[in-house]
Nanobody, 126 residues
Framework: QLQLVESGGGLVQPGGSLRLSCAVS????????IGWFRQAPGKEREGVSC????????KYADSVQGRFTISRDVAKNTVYLQMNSLRPDDTAVYYC???????????????????WGQGTQVTVSS
Protein backbone atom coordinates (compact mmCIF):
# COMPACT_ATOMS: atom_id res chain seq x y z
CA GLN A 1 0.00 0.00 0.00
CA LEU A 2 1.38 3.35 -1.05
CA GLN A 3 1.68 5.82 1.79
CA LEU A 4 3.12 9.29 2.17
CA VAL A 5 3.58 10.98 5.55
CA GLU A 6 4.58 14.62 5.90
CA SER A 7 6.31 16.09 8.93
CA GLY A 8 8.26 19.16 9.94
CA GLY A 9 5.59 21.83 9.82
CA GLY A 10 5.07 24.39 12.54
CA LEU A 11 5.07 28.05 13.49
CA VAL A 12 8.01 30.16 12.37
CA GLN A 13 8.73 33.88 12.26
CA PRO A 14 9.10 35.72 8.95
CA GLY A 15 12.59 35.20 7.57
CA GLY A 16 12.93 31.86 9.33
CA SER A 17 13.40 28.37 7.96
CA LEU A 18 11.71 24.99 8.13
CA ARG A 19 12.48 21.64 6.57
CA LEU A 20 9.55 19.45 5.63
CA SER A 21 9.94 15.71 5.18
CA CYS A 22 7.84 13.32 3.15
CA ALA A 23 8.42 9.71 4.14
CA VAL A 24 7.09 7.26 1.58
CA SER A 25 6.36 3.55 1.85
CA UNK A 26 5.02 0.91 -0.49
CA UNK A 27 7.07 2.21 -3.41
CA UNK A 28 10.51 3.54 -4.19
CA UNK A 29 11.53 7.00 -5.30
CA UNK A 30 13.35 5.49 -8.28
CA UNK A 31 10.02 5.05 -10.05
CA UNK A 32 7.83 7.87 -8.76
CA UNK A 33 8.04 11.60 -9.09
CA ILE A 34 7.21 13.52 -5.92
CA GLY A 35 5.59 16.89 -5.70
CA TRP A 36 5.09 19.36 -2.89
CA PHE A 37 1.86 21.33 -2.92
CA ARG A 38 0.31 23.85 -0.59
CA GLN A 39 -3.15 25.17 0.04
CA ALA A 40 -4.03 28.26 2.01
CA PRO A 41 -7.58 28.92 3.25
CA GLY A 42 -9.79 30.10 0.43
CA LYS A 43 -7.13 29.47 -2.23
CA GLU A 44 -6.52 26.76 -4.78
CA ARG A 45 -3.91 24.10 -4.25
CA GLU A 46 -0.58 25.31 -5.64
CA GLY A 47 2.25 23.18 -6.95
CA VAL A 48 5.31 24.40 -5.08
CA SER A 49 8.01 22.05 -6.32
CA CYS A 50 8.62 18.60 -7.72
CA UNK A 51 11.45 16.14 -8.26
CA UNK A 52 11.57 13.57 -11.03
CA UNK A 53 12.01 9.84 -10.57
CA UNK A 54 14.91 9.66 -13.02
CA UNK A 55 17.78 11.97 -12.43
CA UNK A 56 16.15 13.87 -9.61
CA UNK A 57 15.43 16.89 -11.79
CA UNK A 58 13.53 19.66 -10.05
CA LYS A 59 11.01 22.39 -10.74
CA TYR A 60 9.83 25.31 -8.62
CA ALA A 61 7.00 27.78 -8.59
CA ASP A 62 8.14 31.34 -9.24
CA SER A 63 6.92 32.33 -5.80
CA VAL A 64 9.45 30.04 -4.07
CA GLN A 65 12.32 29.95 -6.56
CA GLY A 66 15.57 30.74 -4.77
CA ARG A 67 14.04 30.24 -1.31
CA PHE A 68 12.90 26.60 -1.33
CA THR A 69 14.93 23.54 -2.21
CA ILE A 70 13.54 20.07 -2.88
CA SER A 71 15.77 17.04 -2.45
CA ARG A 72 15.49 13.33 -1.88
CA ASP A 73 17.27 10.50 -0.13
CA VAL A 74 16.43 7.40 -2.12
CA ALA A 75 17.97 5.08 0.47
CA LYS A 76 15.71 6.55 3.15
CA ASN A 77 12.73 6.83 0.81
CA THR A 78 12.27 10.40 1.92
CA VAL A 79 11.82 13.68 0.09
CA TYR A 80 12.61 17.00 1.72
CA LEU A 81 11.53 20.58 1.17
CA GLN A 82 13.95 23.07 2.70
CA MET A 83 12.17 26.39 3.09
CA ASN A 84 14.22 29.51 3.79
CA SER A 85 13.35 33.20 4.02
CA LEU A 86 9.79 32.29 4.86
CA ARG A 87 7.09 34.92 4.41
CA PRO A 88 3.57 35.20 5.82
CA ASP A 89 2.14 34.32 2.40
CA ASP A 90 3.88 30.93 2.63
CA THR A 91 1.37 30.01 5.34
CA ALA A 92 -0.58 26.97 4.19
CA VAL A 93 -1.08 23.26 4.61
CA TYR A 94 1.73 21.54 2.72
CA TYR A 95 1.17 18.20 1.03
CA CYS A 96 3.45 15.78 -0.72
CA UNK A 97 2.17 13.55 -3.49
CA UNK A 98 3.42 10.76 -5.74
CA UNK A 99 3.08 10.56 -9.50
CA UNK A 100 3.50 7.17 -11.18
CA UNK A 101 5.61 8.78 -13.85
CA UNK A 102 8.95 7.26 -14.60
CA UNK A 103 10.96 9.87 -16.41
CA UNK A 104 13.30 12.79 -16.45
CA UNK A 105 10.63 15.38 -15.81
CA UNK A 106 8.04 16.08 -13.15
CA UNK A 107 4.83 18.08 -13.00
CA UNK A 108 3.55 20.76 -10.63
CA UNK A 109 -0.03 20.01 -11.63
CA UNK A 110 -2.07 18.38 -8.89
CA UNK A 111 -4.14 16.40 -11.37
CA UNK A 112 -1.03 14.42 -12.38
CA UNK A 113 -0.61 12.95 -8.91
CA UNK A 114 -2.24 9.74 -7.76
CA UNK A 115 -1.34 9.45 -4.10
CA TRP A 116 -1.35 12.10 -1.40
CA GLY A 117 -0.25 12.57 2.16
CA GLN A 118 -2.39 14.10 4.89
CA GLY A 119 -0.55 17.40 4.98
CA THR A 120 1.38 19.43 7.53
CA GLN A 121 0.57 22.98 8.63
CA VAL A 122 3.12 25.73 8.10
CA THR A 123 2.39 29.08 9.72
CA VAL A 124 4.64 32.08 9.19
CA SER A 125 3.82 34.82 11.65
CA SER A 126 5.45 37.16 14.10
Amino acid sequence: QLQLVESGGGLVQPGGSLRLSCAVSGFTLDYYSIGWFRQAPGKEREGVSCISSRGGRTKYADSVQGRFTISRDVAKNTVYLQMNSLRPDDTAVYYCAADTNYGLSCSRLAREYDHWGQGTQVTVSS
